[in-house]
């Protein structure tokens, strides 16, 4: 069994809502193939770089697998079958997740720092002090 990250760009006529469940769908092939998609990432619907089939837009969708490399045609082969994707790209992950797991850890320490920041205003009295020293 191997990790592999699934790259889903789903077609914009579909909502969030049907997006995910065609995400869905390619974890269950995947699950019947003899693998496991450990985590599924929306990443929300985003401007494409260059028009696919007349599409400018697409919904990004980030699937993390664990699966023999024997099952990989045949998911590649579902997968060029649903009409609902514009792309896929599937990579092996060396990494075993790793990386995605610290960038989110990363993301989630900024944001609470920048909710930290907000929260605590700077003293007037410092405020003045600073404009009386230039």
Do not use: H, W
Not at 34 to 60: F, M, N
Not at 81 to 103: H, I, K, P, S
Request: glycine letters at 4%.
């Amino acid at each position: 069994m191997r990790n592999y990250e699934l790259m889903l760009i789903v077609r914009p006529s579909l909502d969030l809502e049907a997006a995910v469940e065609a995400a869905k769908k390619v974890a269950e092939q995947v699950e019947s193939l003899g693998g496991q998609a450990a985590d599924t990432q929306v990443l929300g619907r985003r401007k494409l770089a260059y028009p696919i089939e007349k599409q400018a837009e697409g919904t990004y969708i980030l699937l993390n697998l664990t699966m023999p490399p024997a099952a990989l045609k045949e998911l590649d082969f579902n997968l060029k079958l649903n009409e609902n994707l514009l792309r896929y790209l599937l990579v092996r992950d060396e990494t075993g997740g790793r990386v995605v797991a610290e960038a989110q850890a990363v993301a989630e320490e900024s944001a609470a720092e920048e909710e930290a920041a907000m929260e605590e205003p700077a003293p007037p009295e410092a405020a003045n002090s600073e404009a009386l020293a230039a």
